[in-house]
């Protein structure tokens, strides 16, 4: 009896330190996505700029972000007709040795008011 505890409980923890894991890693994607989706609603405004973009998703970072998702790494471009922005980092390690990275990312055409005829 004591032999297969000995065998079976270290498998169960190791598998539990994964689930907890990728669950983490879930959690910092989602994380990663609204910072992005922020950032662009942000950028797209008719007078705003990439700037403007970089600082609502730090904002969101800042808030959300927490301890989940470490060293995150947020671009925004902004043309004439769309913006794109990006947000990366690197999801808190659980299992020692498995570093996992994830990104958020969001597109969209700038928003433009016109008068109508």
């Known amino acids: 009896m004591s032999t ?3 065998l079976t409980v270290p498998v169960l923890m190791v598998l539990l330190l994964l689930i907890v894991q990728f669950a983490l890693a879930m959690h910092a994607q989602h994380i990663a996505q609204t910072a992005a989706s922020r950032a662009l609603a942000a950028a797209r405004a008719q007078d705003a ?3 403007t973009g ?3 998703a730090a904002a969101t970072l800042r808030l959300v972000g ?3 998702l470490h060293a995150p790494t ?3 471009s902004r043309t004439a007709e769309s913006v794109t922005a990006h947000v990366e980092g690197q999801v808190v390690v659980v299992v020692p040795g498995l570093r996992l990275r994830v990104s958020g ?3 969209g055409p ?5 008068v109508s005829p």
Do not use: C, F, P
Not at 110 to 114: G, I, P, T, Y
């Open 4 to 6: 297969e505890a000995v």
């Open 105 to 107: 990312h969001a597109a």
């Open 74 to 76: 947020v671009q925004v």
């Open 110 to 114: 700038v928003e433009k008011w016109s």
């Open 66 to 68: 927490g301890r989940v």
């Open 49 to 51: 700029s990439s700037a």
């Open 54 to 56: 970089n600082a609502d």
